[in-house]
Protein backbone atom coordinates (compact mmCIF):
# COMPACT_ATOMS: atom_id res chain seq x y z
CA UNK A 1 0.00 0.00 0.00
CA UNK A 2 1.30 3.94 -0.91
CA UNK A 3 1.44 6.36 1.97
CA UNK A 4 2.89 9.60 3.00
CA UNK A 5 3.95 10.80 6.01
CA UNK A 6 5.14 13.59 7.92
CA UNK A 7 6.43 14.07 11.30
CA UNK A 8 3.81 16.31 14.01
CA UNK A 9 4.98 18.34 16.34
CA UNK A 10 4.82 16.83 19.85
CA UNK A 11 5.78 17.81 23.73
CA UNK A 12 7.73 14.77 24.52
CA UNK A 13 11.24 14.89 25.00
CA UNK A 14 12.38 11.21 24.41
CA UNK A 15 9.56 10.35 21.25
CA UNK A 16 8.95 11.88 17.68
CA UNK A 17 4.96 11.19 16.58
CA UNK A 18 4.32 10.55 12.75
CA UNK A 19 1.46 11.32 11.13
CA UNK A 20 0.77 8.81 7.98
CA UNK A 21 -1.78 8.86 5.33
CA UNK A 22 -2.68 5.59 3.64
CA UNK A 23 -3.74 5.95 -0.55
CA UNK A 24 -7.20 4.06 1.40
CA UNK A 25 -9.19 4.53 4.65
CA UNK A 26 -8.32 1.41 7.51
CA UNK A 27 -10.63 -1.40 7.28
CA UNK A 28 -10.99 -3.99 10.19
CA UNK A 29 -9.01 -6.43 8.06
CA UNK A 30 -6.38 -4.10 7.63
CA UNK A 31 -5.58 -2.68 11.09
CA UNK A 32 -5.81 -6.91 12.50
CA UNK A 33 -3.14 -7.15 9.97
CA UNK A 34 -1.30 -4.25 11.12
CA UNK A 35 -1.41 -5.60 14.88
CA UNK A 36 -0.43 -8.88 14.09
CA UNK A 37 2.88 -7.83 12.08
CA UNK A 38 3.44 -5.23 15.18
CA UNK A 39 2.35 -5.80 18.20
CA UNK A 40 -0.83 -5.90 21.14
CA UNK A 41 -3.81 -4.69 19.16
CA UNK A 42 -6.44 -2.77 21.24
CA UNK A 43 -9.30 -2.09 18.92
CA UNK A 44 -12.52 -0.70 20.22
CA UNK A 45 -15.73 -1.15 16.80
CA UNK A 46 -17.86 -0.51 19.22
CA UNK A 47 -17.42 3.38 19.93
CA UNK A 48 -18.86 5.98 18.13
CA UNK A 49 -15.74 6.36 15.27
CA UNK A 50 -14.08 2.87 16.03
CA UNK A 51 -10.41 3.49 16.86
CA UNK A 52 -7.59 1.21 17.37
CA UNK A 53 -4.00 0.94 18.72
CA UNK A 54 -1.29 -0.90 18.27
CA UNK A 55 1.34 -1.29 21.39
CA UNK A 56 4.65 -2.65 21.10
CA UNK A 57 7.73 -2.61 23.15
CA UNK A 58 8.84 1.02 21.65
CA UNK A 59 5.65 2.02 19.06
CA UNK A 60 2.33 2.91 19.54
CA UNK A 61 0.12 3.38 17.20
CA UNK A 62 -3.34 4.93 17.03
CA UNK A 63 -6.00 6.02 14.49
CA UNK A 64 -9.55 5.14 13.41
CA UNK A 65 -11.23 2.97 11.34
CA UNK A 66 -12.35 4.29 8.28
CA UNK A 67 -10.26 7.05 8.22
CA UNK A 68 -6.77 7.20 6.06
CA UNK A 69 -4.36 9.28 8.79
CA UNK A 70 -2.75 7.42 11.71
CA UNK A 71 -0.46 8.39 14.20
CA UNK A 72 2.69 6.75 15.13
CA UNK A 73 5.15 7.04 18.59
CA UNK A 74 8.79 6.58 18.26
CA UNK A 75 11.04 6.34 20.47
CA UNK A 76 14.39 8.88 19.36
CA UNK A 77 16.63 6.36 20.46
CA UNK A 78 15.45 3.90 18.17
CA UNK A 79 13.49 5.73 15.67
CA UNK A 80 15.25 4.98 12.37
CA UNK A 81 14.91 1.24 12.20
CA UNK A 82 11.55 0.74 14.52
CA UNK A 83 10.12 3.71 11.47
CA UNK A 84 12.21 1.59 8.30
CA UNK A 85 10.15 -1.50 9.70
CA UNK A 86 6.97 -0.05 9.85
CA UNK A 87 7.06 1.32 6.80
CA UNK A 88 8.04 -1.68 4.85
CA UNK A 89 4.86 -3.57 6.82
CA UNK A 90 2.70 -0.89 5.47
CA UNK A 91 4.25 -1.74 1.84
CA UNK A 92 3.21 -4.97 1.80
CA UNK A 93 -0.33 -4.09 3.34
Known amino acids: MRFTQKRVEDCFD??????YRLE???TETSIR???QKLGQLQYFPDFPRPFYR????????RGVQG???????????NR??????LEEILKKL
Open 54 to 61: ILAEDLQI
Open 33 to 35: ALG
Open 80 to 85: PKRKGA
Open 24 to 26: TPT
Open 67 to 77: ERDFQAVFPLS
Open 14 to 19: HSAIYE
